[in-house]
């Protein structure tokens, strides 16, 4: 099989290493910022060169592409799927990864499926990182299945083919993300509030008392650390949640805030050095985001 990735951040760059590593194929790929020669998009390619092709347009990575994962930011995946139109005249799966609303995803198969493509929505249930190719993905749309037999060969892959109807696997994830994001952005806050007056110890063990878990501090730094790496990705996903929820007549009180939360602490982490972002103990890393972070809270 050809595979093209349109879009090669982090979840790009796993899913060409993970390909490479069963199967052996050439994947073609397009990232805006390969117009930047020293972006890391760009580094990235080059580093793996031997079995990725950066190319010059989307429409040139889809048009020998057998199957085409768009991996772009919520923000960009609407236009993502439109600029590959004229690379879909011989009917590739175009397997839609990015964390967006159902709306937006009908919009996206509405455009593959004019220019000749045969779209897939694809809702990733985990964090990419642990799992590469390998997360679990509810698909959505009538090519569902048979794009699951047509990665049968591709071993230990999770598909799911959800429904017929597209957006209803988005909507799973969606709905998750106003749990999963909200943690993020509320754990971020109680613990730089608890560091503040000196009581997050305090704070942890009362926490896991009413909401069992074997190490809250290792899960606050963890989900804080996700926030400050990749928080813009993260609110751009919560912009598109708020749509989610806005559109299921429930107006989005608490989602639409989270983006901006997110959005501060991504800002905050580019002010971090490398030492203090991976901390292995929560209250350097608390310590080490206060330091930034109190002079910015009126513009956050």
């Known amino acids: 099989m050809r595979f093209a990735i349109i879009g090669f951040g982090e979840v790009g760059q796993i899913f060409a290493r993970d390909l490479d590593a069963v199967s052996a194929p050439r994947i073609a790929a397009f990232d805006i910022a390969f117009a930047q020669p020293d972006s890391a998009q760009s580094r990235a390619a080059a580093e793996r060169a031997s079995y990725v092709k950066a190319t010059a347009t989307p429409e040139d990575a889809a048009r020998e592409a057998d199957v085409i994962f768009v991996s772009v930011t919520a923000g960009s995946a609407l236009q993502a799927a439109r ?50 190719i390998r997360s679990p993905m509810l698909l959505g749309g009538e090519h569902a299945n048979e794009f699951i037999a047509l990665m049968e060969p591709i071993g230990g892959m ?3 083919a959800f429904s017929d109807r597209i957006g209803a696997a988005s909507s799973v994830k969606m709905c998750r993300s106003v749990m999963i994001k909200g943690l993020e952005a509320l754990t971020m806050e109680c613990m730089l509030a608890a560091r503040h007056y000196g009581v997050e110890q305090y704070v942890l063990r009362s926490l896991s008392d009413t909401l069992p878990h074997e190490d809250w501090a290792g899960l606050a730094r963890y989900v804080i650390s996700r926030a400050l790496l990749h928080g813009r990705r993260r609110a751009e996903e919560m912009r598109e949640v708020a749509r989610t929820v806005e559109e299921a ?12 939360r997110q959005d501060w602490a991504y800002d905050r982490g580019r002010e971090l050095s ?27």
């Open 83 to 132: 600029s590959i139109a004229g690379g879909l005249a011989h009917g590739p799966f175009v397997v839609d990864v990015n964390s967006v609303s159902p709306s937006t995803k009908q919009e996206a198969a509405a455009a593959v499926a004019e220019a000749g493509g045969r779209y897939v929505e694809a809702a990733v249930m985990t964090s990419v990182p642990p799992h590469g």
């Open 158 to 160: 999770r598909l799911t």
């Open 249 to 260: 007549g429930v107006e989005p009180i608490l989602s639409a805030p989270i983006a901006r």
């Open 274 to 300: 490398q030492e203090q972002l991976s901390a292995k103990n929560l209250t350097v890393l608390l310590d080490a985001l206060a330091s930034v972070g109190k002079k910015k809270f009126a513009t956050a």
